[in-house]
């Protein structure tokens, strides 16, 4: 199965709430953490809802 390579780059102080709990759910809590993720349907909606905060590569 595909993976994807998930970067925080930007902080989730003064974010909204359900954004920090998406981040968090990723295994993602400092600017530059690194998580590797499954490409499906329930990871492409989270990075669906906090793209501004990440960056996304496929691996």
């Known amino acids: ?3 994807l390579k998930i970067t925080l780059t930007k902080s989730l102080v003064g974010r909204i709430e359900k954004h920090i709990a998406t981040a968090h ?3 993602l809590k ?3 953490d690194v998580t590797v993720q499954p490409d499906n349907e329930q990871t492409r909606g989270k ?3 906090i ?3 990440i960056k996304v590569e496929a691996e």
């Open 51 to 53: 793209s501004y905060l």
């Open 30 to 32: 400092k600017i530059n």
């Open 47 to 49: 990075i669906a809802k």
């Open 1 to 3: 199965m595909a993976q």
């Open 25 to 27: 759910s990723l295994g």
